[in-house]
């Protein structure tokens, strides 16, 4: 299963809002997860299922969509959310990420 | 709080082996889905493989296929990546997580990386 993100960079401010959406080749129901990826740092878990928040993260955060569109959403960008993002699909087997988008301020 | 602990990286030639192991700490380890992912400098997440926990089931990217094999030992609450026939491309640094319950199956604690160099 091929997932596709768009835009590959996002130029944003502090206090803007900003999507990302992710595009599966073919359904995964809502088996869509979000990692938040700094460099060298562990992946992040934001969401799964494709609109679950995950724990401890604030809820600025959202993911929508099901079958082969999803988003994520930032409310309200901080400075610590200059990352990395990527979608994954845990829908079956080979696992598979987007190529990610990088949020640049 | 859950730890993961990878390590086994290094320098190595093409064509050479490697085996990754993953060590976990304070959970019950048994039937947690386990997975590797590596990020090659510069360039974007790959997820590498997974085992899931209650059927053994493995899984792994196209890439891999044929050279990595994941396994565990459940008495040592640790998880392993054999690495065969290493390339250049598979440079990276390679993360372990696992799959808690609490995020359905998505892995939702990464450990810090272990980092691959291929390189004659």
């Known amino acids: 299963i091929q997932m596709t993100q768009s835009p590959f960079t996002l130029s944003a401010s502090a206090g803007d809002r900003v999507t990302i959406t992710c595009r599966a080749s073919q359904s995964i129901r809502r088996t869509l997860a979000w990692y938040q990826k700094k460099p060298g740092k562990a992946p992040k878990l934001l969401i799964y299922?494709?609109?679950r928040l995950g724990s401890g993260v604030p809820s600025r955060f959202s993911g929508s969509g099901s079958g082969t569109e999803f988003t994520l959403t930032v409310s309200s960008l901080q400075p610590d959310d200059f990352a990395a993002y990527y979608c994954?699909?845990?829908?079956?087997?080979?696992?598979?990420f987007g190529q990610g988008t990088k949020v640049e301020f | 709080e859950i730890q993961l602990v990878a390590s086994g990286g290094g320098l190595v030639q093409p064509g050479t082996s490697l085996r990754l192991s993953c060590e976990a700490s304070r959970f019950t380890f048994d039937d947690f889905a386990m997975h590797w992912a590596r990020q090659a400098p510069g360039k974007d997440l790959e997820w590498v493989s997974g085992?899931?926990?209650?059927?053994?089931?493995?899984g792994y990217a196209d890439s891999v296929k044929g050279r990595f094999t994941i396994s565990r030992d459940n008495a040592k609450k640790s998880l392993y990546l054999q690495m065969n026939s290493l390339r250049p491309e598979d440079t990276a640094l390679y993360y372990c997580?696992?799959?808690?319950?609490?995020?359905?199956?998505?892995?939702?604690?990464w450990g810090q990386g272990t980092m691959v160099t291929v390189s004659s």
């Open positions: 085992l899931t926990g209650y059927n053994g089931e493995e």
């Open positions: 997580g696992f799959s808690s319950g609490a995020s359905a199956w998505a892995v939702d604690v």
């Open positions: 994954q699909q845990y829908e079956s087997y080979p696992w598979t």
């Open positions: 299922e494709a609109s």
